[in-house]
Each structure stands twice: as C-alpha cells, then as structure tokens.
C-alpha cells in the first residue's frame, strides 16, 4: 500500500481553505495537523476538514511527528521565520508567496533548506496552471517570434479592509505589490528574464501602504509594462506579443482557464481548465518532487524565488517602499 504524503496547515485563514481543500482531492494525502497562534481558530479548522491534530503554536506542529510537510500561509512577513522553524524541524515546506519580504530573506531560507537537506518551495501557484504552462511552451517553440511587449496587470478594491487586515498594515507587509503585483512581475520574468532596467512609481495610503504602482521593465530589445493596485478594479488580461503572433491570457490570467493564440490573422483558443481551486497543480509538483527525492522544483526553482524577489527589492527602491519592521 503506498505510503501517504501528510501535510500540516500553517495559518488556518481563506487561502488554507482553498488549499486544503484541494489537499482533499488526493488519494494519497493525509492532513495531519493544523496551527495557529490560536487554539480556537485551529480546532475550527481541524473540525471543517477532518484533520486529527489541532495546535494552538506553530512550534507544536514542527515538533510533532504528525506531518512531513507544511504548508505556509500566514501573512507575508512571517514567512521566513516559520519557514526556517519548519526546515530545522526536519518538516519538508510549501511556503505561500512571496517566500520572503527580500531577497535577503530567501537567501536565508535556502541556506537553511540545502543545510536541513529539505524541500523548499515558493507556492507561486500561477507557474503550474495548465495556461501558464501552454504559454511558456508556445513561446518555447517560436510560435509568436521574438517576444517585444509584455504586459499584466493585477487589481481589485481593497481600501474597504480594515487599517489592522494583512492588505492595508505595513507591519504585516501590506500593500499590492507583495500581494498581487509578484503575479505581473513573475509573468515578465517567466517570459523575458532580468530586465536591465527597472523603473516604477507608487501611490500610497495615509499609514504608508503602497496601494497602487506602475512599472516598466527595459529589455535590451523588449519591454514589460506591469501594474498591480488595491484602489479600483482592472481588466486582468495578460498580453504577449512577438513579431509573428499574439498571446491573450485570458481574465483573470492568474488562474485562468484559457488562453489564445493570434496568429495569421486567426485566433485559435486553448481551453486548460484548473483543477479544484487552482492548488491542484502546485501540490502535484511538490508529491513528484518529494517521489524524486529533490530539494527544489525545476518549474520554479530556488533561483526562480531569488530572482523574482530581486525585482521586487529593485521596484520597491524605485518607487520607495518600505515597511516599519525593515531597518
């Protein structure tokens, strides 16, 4: 009889939910155990799904023999810390994105990993959906050309959140680039690499959370134009265009369920379905990776994490973001 994957479920909030969720839909799962700060909040979200073990500390989990590997999925700036408790507890980690505020903290994190000999995964969840995937691979062999003009953008109304909510306080690490602005900066990345040149420009709230920002990423014979904001809603659709065709993610591209390719002046759309949440595909990497006894994925290695926090740092010094808790 094969041998379960038993997860633990590191901050039990709506992103967990849908997780877990999806967690369900494996055969060869078992959810060991849940922790919050919380005992209350913990035994809630052990009795919604079933799971045995509920821990009030996220330090019980790590030390419990009840999961071998966690998923993370408190705020932002807790990140690194839990990670790094997890892998010294010998626990393999799914850690939701960003993996750390900076560059700095991921490189932390991966000194940690390769030390605990651990796997150690950003959940970048976008990077395995069936679109992503078809896109990468159409551009991979040339059916658009030479790609010239990248352009995402990630938006929705968050201003009605309260000041003390994950979106709107800066010790939490708030703000929309952290949160929904990695999506269009990883889209460039994924498609056209480092950028030599990095400009961008915020908008800010009052207790000084970034809530709106533009960005533009030089290439020596391209360019990104990416967007992510908390003030107002946008369109969602993602554009790549090369010299001999289009792609069109469809809204929201994040997780969307098609794509299409304009080409010759036809268009030829693919229908790629998420499964469950959208979560499916992600954890599938991390059981096959966990099979193979591999300390990071190939999709989305530890120098994908490295690179796509390097570019968030370059945007944040651009447009001057900062968080209280950073010296």
Request: charged share 25%; proline share 3%.
């Amino acid at each position: 009889m094969k041998t379960k994957i038993r997860w633990g479920i590191i901050g039990p909030g709506n992103i967990a939910k849908k997780f877990t969720k999806d967690l369900q839909l494996f055969e060869d799962v078992e959810i060991g155990a849940v922790a919050s700060r919380s005992l209350e909040k913990a035994q809630k979200f052990a009795n919604e799904f079933g799971i045995e073990n509920a821990y009030g500390s996220y330090e019980e989990l790590f030390t419990a023999q009840t999961s071998d590997v966690v998923y993370i999925a408190t705020p932002h700036n807790f990140h690194k810390d839990l990670a790094i408790k997890a892998m010294e507890s010998g626990k393999h980690v799914l850690c939701e994105k960003p993996l750390g505020v900076s560059r700095s903290e991921v490189e932390e994190l991966i000194k940690v990993a390769r030390t605990s000999k651990v796997f150690l995964m950003e959940g970048l969840w976008s990077r395995f959906n069936p679109s992503i995937q078809k896109v990468k691979e159409l551009i991979d062999m040339g059916e658009i050309g030479k790609i010239s003009y990248v352009h995402a953008d990630f938006a929705f109304y968050g201003l009605d959140r309260g000041e003390d909510s994950r979106l709107l306080n800066p010790n939490l690490a708030s703000g929309s680039l952290l949160d929904i602005g990695i999506y269009p900066i990883f889209l460039a990345y994924l498609i056209l690499g480092m950028p030599n040149e990095v400009l961008a420009s915020s908008n800010f709230h009052p207790n000084g959370t970034e809530l709106q920002t533009s960005m533009i990423f030089q290439y020596a014979d391209a360019q990104a134009v990416l967007y992510s904001g908390l003030t107002s809603r946008s369109k969602m659709e993602a554009e790549i265009s090369g010299n001999t065709g289009e792609l069109l993610i469809q809204p929201r591209w994040h997780e969307a369920n098609s794509i299409s390719l304009l080409k010759d002046g036809e268009k030829k759309n693919f229908e790629l379905p998420m499964a469950g949440n959208g979560f499916v595909h992600e954890i599938k990497e991390v059981h096959r990776c966990l099979a193979a006894k591999k300390l990071e994925s190939s999709l989305w290695s530890h120098q994908n994490s490295l690179d796509l926090l390097e570019l968030l740092d370059r945007v944040r010094e651009k447009a001057a973001i900062k968080f209280p808790f950073e010296a």
